[in-house]
């Protein structure tokens, strides 16, 4: 049996031919329109310039004020009468008192006799350990030897410090304790004087000076025969019993 359809009459038989030649084409175009220039057109500027009337300004009239002049001077009398001064004024002289070259100082003589020297005795600490003759506490003049003296001394001032003790009650509050070195000086006329205190609190340094500036009267000590100031150092515990 013969087909019925032309043979020429093939819608694809030249498809690649016509496909290829859009490819051609198109690539041409494209081509074509890459390299293609285009040169910018030259833009002219133009400048305005406004030109402005110039300013006119009116000028007040000012009016000039006129002043009348002043008078003039009176005018000098024909006769001038001369008065005599009524008091007379004595000129004060002011001499100077700068001295020259010239100017004779005498010496000033100052006898011996005229001059009164005051002796100013210097006050001698002596340390209570090297003192020659040591202060005597009330109730150790039994005592002859100073070994002796100076024990019962020691003695007496730990029955002071332990009849005299108060435990601070803030301090027992803030359980505060500690030792409290105490220094002070026993003057010429055994009083006891320069307290020093040093301690881990000031409750406990104030308690402590309170108790040695109630130390009663002793005699003072002695070095060379002479009176002298002696001081003496002691520590102070201050414990809170369990």
């Excluded at 005599?84 to 006898?111: G, L, R």
């Excluded at 435990?167 to 505060?176: E, F, H, S």
């Amino acid at each position: 049996m013969k087909p019925k359809k032309n043979p020429n009459a093939e819608i694809g038989r030249n498809s690649s031919l016509y496909f290829m030649l859009g490819l051609t084409s198109v690539l041409f175009v494209t081509w074509q329109s890459l390299e293609v220039k285009v040169y910018e057109k030259e833009s002219k500027a133009s400048e305005i310039v406004q030109v402005m009337d110039e300013l006119k300004e009116d000028v007040p009239i000012t009016e000039m004020i006129r002043t009348t002049p002043p008078p003039p001077p009176p005018s000098a009398p024909d006769v001038i009468e001369i008065v005599e001064d009524v008091e007379e004024v004595e000129e004060t002289v002011i001499e100077s008192t700068e001295s020259s070259q010239d100017t004779y100082i005498e010496d000033a003589i100052v006898k011996v006799d005229d001059v009164d020297v005051e002796e100013v005795e210097e006050e001698i600490v002596v340390p209570f350990a090297i003192i020659e003759y040591v202060p005597v506490f009330p109730g150790c003049e039994i005592y002859q030897t100073q070994e002796e003296r100076k024990e019962c001394f020691n003695q007496k001032v730990q029955e002071h410090i332990k009849e005299n003790f108060t435990y601070p009650p803030a301090a027992l509050d803030m359980q505060i304790t500690g030792r409290v070195y105490v220094q002070f000086v026993i003057d010429a006329q055994g009083r006891v004087t320069g307290i020093q205190k040093r301690g881990p609190d000031r409750l406990l340094e104030d308690e402590a000076a309170r108790i040695i500036s109630s130390l009663p009267k002793v005699k003072p000590g002695q070095q060379r025969g002479k009176a002298v100031s002696v001081k003496y150092s002691i520590p102070i515990n201050f414990i809170m019993k369990q």
